[in-house]
């Protein structure tokens, strides 16, 4: 079956400028996390959705990061006022369910969208 | 100190070789713990879950040590399709809910 999309691939846009970055889950999934990954780090976590709701925001660096997700499918990270800094792979990934912790599921990765500030 | 820590690397072994790479995790209260595979510029594939009785998927083992914090991975007889950064993440317990918290990555060179 079909896995985890993201669009664009690849987005370059100017400094202070506003993006969207797509995801769209696997079918049937209900969790859906959103990652930022710079060179030579692991994905750093940024949010979490179950279902519509935003299960947990706390990896969001400030307030110029937003997600949604209205229809419990696809979600669209949103920045505001791009920076240099914001430079970085940004990935998605979803799972059938976040479970009570101590059985997380498996997460499954879109490829990604490459962000360029300039 | 991070919360999950990983050497980065590299480890670079000849084809054929055993290799291990541990990953150490801070919160005594972590849950679910797995084992990824990253390839340069491209997304992270499950590799295996890790469980405290161990777990094995053919040249693969991974173990989880609760009293020391750590989970290892072990490789045997490395092939050169192995070359590859190998990323551990922990679900680390924050605010009622379980937060997915990776590694930087161990990166893996394996020569012929």
């Known amino acids: 079956g079909a896995g985890v999309s993201q669009t664009p691939s690849n987005k370059v846009t100017e400094k202070g400028k506003y993006v969207e970055l797509r995801c769209d889950p696997i079918s049937g999934h209900t969790a859906l996390y959103w990652y930022r990954q710079s060179l030579g780090q692991g994905p750093e976590f940024l949010i979490y959705?179950?279902?519509?709701?935003?299960?947990?925001d706390s990896g969001l660096p400030n307030d110029r990061f937003f997600a949604v997700r209205p229809e419990g499918s696809v979600s669209t990270l949103k920045i505001q006022r791009t920076e240099r800094g914001d430079s970085a792979v940004y990935l998605c990934?979803?799972?059938?369910?976040?479970?009570?912790?101590?059985?997380?599921?498996?997460?499954?990765f879109g490829p990604g969208t490459r962000l360029t500030v300039t | 100190r991070k919360e999950v820590e990983q050497d980065p690397g590299p480890f670079n072994v000849p084809e054929g070789a055993t290799v291990a790479f541990n990953c150490t995790y801070s919160n005594s209260a972590s849950q679910s713990f797995f084992w990824y595979r990253q390839d340069c510029r491209k997304e992270p594939k499950l590799l295996m879950s890790?469980?405290?009785s161990g777990n094995e998927d053919g040249r693969f083992t991974a173990q989880l040590n609760r009293a020391s914090q750590y989970i290892s991975l072990l490789i045997r007889d490395s092939k050169l399709s192995d070359s590859a950064t190998y990323l551990c993440v922990v679900n680390i317990p924050q605010g009622g809910s379980y937060i997915p918290t990776f590694g930087r990555g161990t990166s893996l060179i394996v020569h012929p």
């Open positions: 990934a979803s799972s059938p369910g976040t479970g009570d912790g101590s059985a997380m599921p498996k997460q499954y």
């Open positions: 959705f179950q279902g519509t709701g935003a299960a947990d």
């Open positions: 890790v469980y405290s």
